[in-house]
């Protein structure tokens, strides 16, 4: 892989389908979708929201930009060291002023529900959760099955050679398996910074047939609680700012149809 050496390139084991394509999962996928009361999700795979906590905290993204934000915190690399830069996208006290719109739009609520957590399942019929990002931290804990995450750290940059425009800034790329096999590294609960950019595509158990492939079923809780005004996807020209060529090359499948 051009994004870890140690790992296989990102390739789908399960075919992605048309978000609009019908889905025939199995009988026993089936019956676990219907009995967690599992609905499609807009990024690929299946979930239930399992609890959204009634206590309201002060809401953190207050007066950022409408986006998920690309963290107040940046990190560069360079050749002395790391250095932190505040490229917050923060309204000003004269954009306070002025853009009374941005007040009023959706995600300028005052409060945030304090948590709220998720089933999340992916099947050999909707294999691939696209690249998104939210702007709360995400606790993950896996229940069944295996999988591989991919991250963009977009608030991680350094300088790298890029074969389409020369030298430039890029962000670190992350990649991981989630599965049982915690002696070989996969993991049973991982973290996900707000800000940061995440896909995951379904991968078959060591030694199985990858057509009798159960799912991979986790619990996600966000802090604060989800919201759609703290959630986008990533489009193709981010991607392709964010990482090298090589890289896009090998995700551009992870976005979203
Ligand atoms: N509604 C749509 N997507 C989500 C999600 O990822 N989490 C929660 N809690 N609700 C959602």
Redesign the pocket.
Known sequence: STIDPSLPPLKPVYEPKDASAPRDESPRLAKLISTLQLQQ??EGGY?V?TD?DVNRVPNPFLNTSPSASDNEQTTFYTSTGAVSANLSNKLTDADKNTNTTAQSEAGQDKTRNAS?S?HYLLTPESPMGAFHRNRGRTVHTLHRGRGRYVIIHADEVMPEYDSHSGIRSKARVESFIVGQNVEKGEKLQWIVDGGKYKSSFLLPLEGEDPANNQGLLIS?T?VP??E?SD?DFMRIERLEALVTKEQADEMRWMLRK
């Open positions: 999700h807009i979930f929201e959204r709220t998720i996600e966000v609680g989800f759609y959630h």
